[in-house]
């Protein structure tokens, strides 16, 4: 059985950290051949000693002497570029696509470029540039394998359903921290009380987007892409408990299912493994213990940030793009202090509807709208 050799777009966060737990359990089908971060200096460094990783990735150029001098015998990198070079190496078999934001669409296109397997947990890659992103995956042979519990699932279903096309996909949203809150109590939510999420364990970013439902927005262009259907066939349910990850729906009324424990090393591990599936340790599903299981519609008036990203579908073109920038910044606003939780929907509306609109951008369009989406929503923001 041939190693696997994998490099980590992203490896400190959320994803990336358990990516690398998924590796620590077998050592003999992955090695590590890259690890990137942006800021978190310290933790990469105990990642590539333990993995004994030969290329790390630094991007904040004030860390890169603290990351060189604690690594001798590794090659110790700086920027972005060196990281779309480094996914693009013959050794690498798979790479994980964890960075979070816009800046993961650069590396994901260049791992793409070169064909590799990409296990993509990177929403903005697909949100931003969907169109491309998919062009360059047919036009460069390239496979993706979705992270994404929810896209994970619905991959797994699909493959149960032989030639049959799906008619209609029920995308799982666990509702967050405030899906039984009041849109008055939701309005003075703080950081901290946003950042509380009942069922899963990701980075500040990733969590204030399930809290505002803009997370399953992006997952809705995602999913869109991905598995090439209308905006019109995706349907967003939630299910609080986060036992089933999403569903589809056939012709003839019956629906396929992927159950499993609320654990982001089965996606991750089911990417990277791809067809195989590993035995993983963890929390197993009781089914004797399962009470209940709930659903019910997203209410879009107390999250509307779920509406606008049905409407960035919509009006096509750099919206969607335009639409990611101007929540990233909201989000990066809201979590220094210095916007209010709804403030994020009324940046991103007014960041829509402000930008110069692009019917068919091409790459430099979507670079483009970003910086000045990202800039609109900063204009708006009262000054620290």
Same mark, same amino acid.
């Given at each position: 059985m041939k190693q696997k050799t994998i490099a980590i777009l992203g490896s400190t966060g959320s994803i990336g950290t358990q990516t690398l737990d998924v590796v620590s359990q077998f050592p003999e089908r992955f090695s590590v051949f890259m690890l990137s971060a942006n800021n978190s200096a310290d933790l990469l460094i105990e990642q590539a000693r333990r993995f004994h990783v030969p290329h790390v990735v630094i991007c904040n150029p004030q860390k890169y002497a603290r990351v060189k001098e604690a690594l001798p015998g590794v090659q110790v990198h700086l920027g972005i570029d060196a990281a779309c070079d480094l996914v693009q190496a013959p050794e690498v078999d798979v790479v994980v696509a964890a960075m979070v934001g816009f800046s993961g669409l650069k590396p994901t296109l260049s791992a793409i470029r070169a064909a590799k397997t990409l296990a993509l947990a990177n929403k903005e890659t697909l949100v931003a540039a969907g169109p491309l992103v998919m062009g360059e995956v047919e036009r460069c042979g390239a496979r993706i394998y979705p992270v994404d519990s929810e896209h994970s699932a619905i991959f797994q279903c699909l493959e149960g359903a032989g030639d049959n096309p799906l008619h209609l996909?029920?995308?799982?949203?666990?509702?967050?921290?405030? *899906?039984?809150?009041?849109?008055?109590?939701?309005?003075?939510?703080?950081?901290?009380?946003?950042?509380?999420?009942?069922?899963?364990?990701?980075?500040?970013?990733?969590?204030?987007?399930?809290?505002?439902?803009? /997370?399953?927005?992006?997952?809705?262009?995602?999913?869109?892409?991905?598995?090439?259907?209308?905006?019109?066939?995706?349907?967003?349910? #939630?299910?609080?408990?986060?036992?089933?990850?999403?569903?589809?729906?056939?012709?003839?009324?019956?629906?396929?299912?992927?159950?499993?424990?609320?654990?982001?090393?089965?996606?991750?591990?089911?990417?990277?493994?791809?067809?195989? *599936?590993?035995?993983?340790?963890?929390? *197993?599903?009781?089914?004797?213990?399962?009470? /209940?299981?709930?659903?019910?519609?997203?209410?879009?008036?107390?999250?509307?940030?779920?509406?606008?990203?049905?409407?960035?579908?919509?009006?096509?073109?750099?919206?969607?793009?335009?639409? /990611?920038?101007? /929540?990233?910044?909201?989000?990066?606003?809201?979590?220094?202090?210095?916007?209010?939780?709804?403030?994020?929907?009324?940046?991103?509306?007014?960041?829509?509807?402000? #930008?110069?609109?692009?019917?068919?951008?091409?790459?430099?369009?979507?670079?483009?709208?970003?910086?000045?989406?990202?800039?609109?929503?900063?204009?708006?923001?009262?000054? #620290?």
């Open positions: 996909i029920h995308l799982t949203a666990s509702g967050g921290p405030f *899906r039984t809150w009041s849109r008055e109590q939701i309005a003075l939510a703080t950081k901290a009380e946003a950042l509380k999420h009942p069922n899963w364990d990701m980075g500040a970013k990733i969590t204030i987007d399930s809290a505002t439902m803009m /997370n399953k927005g992006f997952e809705v262009i995602e999913a869109k892409w991905l598995f090439h259907v209308p905006a019109e066939k995706i349907h967003v349910v #939630v299910h609080p408990e986060s036992i089933i990850h999403s569903m589809v729906e056939f012709a003839d009324g019956a629906v396929i299912a992927q159950l499993g424990c609320p654990d982001m090393r089965l996606p991750i591990s089911l990417a990277m493994a791809y067809p195989e *599936r590993l035995s993983l340790s963890g929390k *197993r599903l009781d089914f004797s213990s399962l009470k /209940n299981l709930t659903f019910f519609e997203p209410d879009r008036a107390k999250f509307p940030c779920l509406q606008l990203a049905f409407d960035a579908i919509g009006r096509g073109g750099n919206i969607p793009c335009a639409m /990611n920038a101007a /929540n990233e910044a909201a989000v990066a606003a809201f979590l220094a202090g210095r916007i209010a939780f709804y403030d994020i929907p009324r940046t991103i509306m007014r960041v829509m509807d402000g #930008v110069n609109f692009v019917a068919d951008p091409s790459l430099d369009d979507i670079f483009a709208t970003h910086h000045q989406a990202y800039h609109l929503a900063e204009q708006s923001f009262p000054t #620290v």
